[in-house]
C-alpha cells in the first residue's frame, strides 16, 4: 500500500484516523494511550501485509530478537555487553544481506570465478532497508547509553513498524520519538497541520514527480543508438526532479502523517538543489541517511580524527556503504563512490576556505548531482555510461538526428508536462517558504497566510483526488530499495 493509492487515500487512512480520533475520547490517559498504540500497531502491520503478506513476519520476528538482545545488553557489561551488540548488529546485517543481497553477491561469484552456482531469487521486503536501519540505530543506541532498552515489545514494534515512516523513511531514532510513543496528546491544531502537510507532499508525488518521471522514463527507454543530446539531457533533468519531488515529498507525507497522530519527526530534505558543493548536498539530501551513516559508521571509522588519508579513506567506505544500501546493483555503488570522490576532492582542495563564487559552486554541485543521478536510474553501467556520453557529445550526439528520440521527445513533452517541469524547476528552490516568510512580515497580511495555506491545501487535496482516481502512472521507485 503506497500513500498516493487509492487504498490508503480513501479506505486505509480516514479509518484509522477516526478510529484513532474516537480513542482519544477514553478518560483515562494511560489505558487511552495503551490504546491507541495498539490501534497504531495492529494498523501499521494491515498496512504492511497490503502489499507484502509473508514479510510482515520477518518485520515482526526481527524486532522481537532486537528487543530480546537489547534487554540482555543493557543488563550486561563489559566484554559481554560488546559481544552482544556484535551478535545483534550481525544478525541485523544477515537478514538485509539474504533478502537483498544474497543473488547479487552471487552474481558476481560466478562472473568472476566462471562458476555456475545456483543464482537465488529472493523477492525483496518492501522498506526492509529503512526499517533494518532503524532498529540497528536503537540497538547501537542502547549499547552507547544513548537509549534506554524498551521493556515493552509494543512499543518497540511501533516505533519500527509505525506506517508514515515504514517503507520510505525517514529513518528515525529510538531517542527521537520515545517521548511520543510513551506519552502524546491528540491536537486538533497539530492534526490539521499534519494533513495540510501531507497534501503538500501528495501533490508533489503526483503532480511534479509523476510528470518528470513519465518524461524520464520515456528518455531512458531509447536504445543508444536511439538517444541523442536531447533525449539524454531531458531525460537527466527530468529524472532529477522526479526522485527529489517523489522523496522529498514522502517525506513531506510521513512528516504530516505523524503530526497527524501526535508524532512529530525531523526534516529529512531541505531544498539540495540550492547546494554549492557535494558537501553542502548530503547536508540537505535524504539527512536522515547521512546523519544515519555519520553517526554509525563514519565516526566509528575514526572520522577526521586520524589525517587526511584516514579521513578520505572513510568518507569512500561511507559513500560506497551508502550506494549499497540503495539497491544491490553496480550502479548505485558507482553512484555513491562519485559522490565520494567529489567530497573527497573538494577536501583536497579545502573548497570550504577557497571562497569560489556560488554561481560557479552551484553549477559544479549540480552537474554532479545530474551525472549521478543518470547512473542511478539506469538500469546497467552500460546504458548509465551511453546516456552520459550523449549528454556530454560523444559520438556526435550534439548533433544527432534519431526519429524514435524526437517523437519520444514530441509526445512526451505535452503542454501539461511542460508546465510541471517547470514549476518543479521552481519549487526546486525555496521560493514558498521565502514568499511565506515575508507574508508573515506584512501585518496587514500576515494573519490571511494560515488561511490561505489551508485553502490551497483543500483546492489541491481535490485535484490529488481526480489524479488519484483517473492516473495510469503512478510509480513507487521505493521498491528497488
Known amino acids: 500500500m503506497v500513500f498516493s493509492g487509492v487504498p490508503f487515500l480513501f479506505v486505509f487512512l480516514p479509518v484509522t484516523f477516526l478510529l484513532y480520533s474516537l480513542l482519544s475520547l477514553v478518560p483515562v490517559q494511560a489505558l487511552r494511550q495503551r490504546l491507541q498504540n495498539g490501534l497504531l500497531v495492529v494498523c501499521s502491520l494491515l498496512f504492511y501485509a497490503y502489499g507484502e503478506p509473508v514479510y510482515v513476519i520477518l518485520m515482526v520476528a526481527s524486532v522481537f530478537v532486537n528487543y530480546l538482545l537489547t534487554i540482555w545488553m543493557d543488563r550486561s557489561h563489559g566484554r559481554q555487553k560488546k559481544v552482544l551488540l556484535a551478535v545483534d548488529v550481525i544478525c541485523n546485517l544477515l537478514v538485509i544481506g539474504i533478502f537483498k543481497y544474497a543473488g547479487f553477491i552471487m552474481t558476481q561469484v560466478n562472473t568472476i570465478f566462471h562458476c555456475k552456482f545456483i543464482v537465488p531469487q529472493i523477492p525483496l521486503p518492501i522498506g526492509i532497508s529503512f526499517f533494518t536501519f532503524q532498529v540497528m540505530s536503537y540497538c547501537i543506541d542502547v549499547y552507547r547509553g544513548d537509549a534506554k532498552a524498551a521493556t515493552n515489545y509494543g512499543r518497540l514494534l511501533l516505533y519500527v513498524s509505525f506506517f508514515p515512516q515504514l517503507i520510505a523513511g525517514p529513518i528515525v531514532k529510538y531517542k527521537d520519538v520515545e517521548r511520543f510513543i510513551s506519552s502524546r496528546q491528540q491536537s486538533w491544531d497539530e492534526a490539521a497541520i499534519g494533513l495540510r502537510r501531507f497534501i503538500f507532499g501528495l501533490s ?278
Open 204 to 481: 508533489k508525488k503526483l503532480f511534479l514527480a509523476n510528470s518528470c518521471g513519465s518524461v524520464a522514463d520515456a528518455m531512458f527507454a531509447l536504445t543508444a543508438a536511439e538517444t541523442t543530446a536531447a533525449s539524454a539531457w531531458l531525460g537527466g533533468l527530468c529524472y532529477l526532479f522526479q526522485i527529489y519531488f517523489d522523496f522529498s515529498g514522502y517525506s513531506d507525507m510521513a512528516i504530516g502523517l505523524g503530526h497527524m497522530f501526535g508524532f512529530t519527526f525531523l526534516e529529512n530534505f531541505d531544498h539540495p538543489y540550492c547546494s554549492c558543493s557535494i558537501r553542502e548536498f548530503w547536508r540537505r539530501w535524504h539527512i536522515s541517511l547521512s546523519t544515519w551513516f555519520k553517526e554509525y559508521l563514519y565516526i566509528p571509522l575514526g572520522g577526521n580524527r586520524n589525517g587526511k588519508l584516514r579521513t578520505m579513506r572513510n568518507k569512500w567506505i561511507v559513500f560506497f556503504c551508502t550506494g549499497l544500501w540503495h539497491g544491490a546493483a553496480w550502479t548505485f555503488v558507482l553512484w555513491g563512490l562519485l559522490h565520494g570522490a567529489a567530497i573527497v576532492l573538494e577536501e583536497l582542495l579545502d573548497v570550504p576556505k577557497r571562497n569560489i563564487p556560488k554561481p560557479i559552486g552551484w553549477a559544479y554541485t549540480t552537474l554532479v548531482a545530474l551525472f549521478a543521478f543518470v547512473l542511478f536510474r539506469a538500469e546497467s553501467l552500460g546504458q548509465g555510461a551511453d546516456m552520459m556520453a550523449a549528454m556530454l557529445g560523444f559520438g556526435g550526439s550534439f548533433g544527432k538526428i534519431s526519429l524514435a528520440a524526437s517523437q519520444a521527445i514530441s509526445t512526451a513533452l505535452t503542454p501539461y508536462a511542460i508546465c510541471m517541469i517547470t514549476l518543479a524547476g521552481l519549487f526546486a528552490f525555496p521560493v514558498l517558504p521565502k514568499l511565506t516568510e515575508r507574508l508573515k512580515r506584512q501585518e496587514k497580511i500576515a494573519g490571511a497566510a494560515a488561511p490561505l495555506s489551508y485553502i490551497a491545501a483543500l483546492v489541491l487535496l481535490a485535484l490529488c483526488c481526480m489524479e488519484v482516481a483517473s492516473a495510469t502512472y503512478n510509480p513507487f521507485i521505493y521498491f528497488r530499495f
